[in-house]
């Protein structure tokens, strides 16, 4: 293992951090404009990736980026807006199922370019070699 600078590595960890938080000050701004928290977007978003396929309440809690401790409350405004439906399994009723509606779908149509926009300025002094080198770098500080 190489030596470790541990004040240089304290200094990149607050770096990441800083950048972190001007990466989502971005895209709240986006999802607020459209009416979302970042992490209801979140869902909305794990929820269209699933194509179609419902997922229940722990499945999407665990594939969140972040921790959030109220998942269920969380689907409650979802649902309240019409963006994701809900029901309960027929075979275990403690279970309820839940997929992104049409309305959620074209929710996220409308905020994919500006997204995209947002992400391309983000990274706009990147290359696709710099981009695979960021991407091997963070993922060597991802836990095993």
């Known amino acids: 293992m190489p030596d470790l600078d541990i004040r240089q590595a304290e200094l ?7 950048v972190q938080e001007h990466l989502e000050s971005g895209h709240a701004a986006l999802f607020k404009s459209n009416g979302l928290s970042g992490p209801q977007y979140n869902v909305l978003r794990i ?15 665990a594939r969140m980026l972040k921790r959030v401790p109220d998942v269920t409350r ?4 979802l649902e309240q807006r ?17 997929r992104i509606t049409d309305t959620g779908l074209t929710l996220l149509a409308s905020i994919d370019a500006p997204l995209k926009a ?9 290359d696709d070699r710099k981009l695979r080198q960021l991407d091997r770098l963070l993922t060597a500080l991802l836990p095993d």
Request: aromatic fraction near 8%; charged fraction near 35%; include cysteine.
């Open 12 to 18: 990149l960890g607050l770096k990441l951090l800083k």
């Open 82 to 98: 019409g963006w994701i439906e809900r029901w309960r399994c027929t075979n275990d009723r403690r279970v309820v199922r839940t």
């Open 118 to 126: 947002q992400v391309k300025a983000d990274f706009r002094n990147f």
């Open 47 to 61: 929820l269209r990736g699933a194509r179609g396929e419902d997922l229940n309440c722990h499945e999407v809690g």
């Open 74 to 77: 969380l689907l409650d405004r």
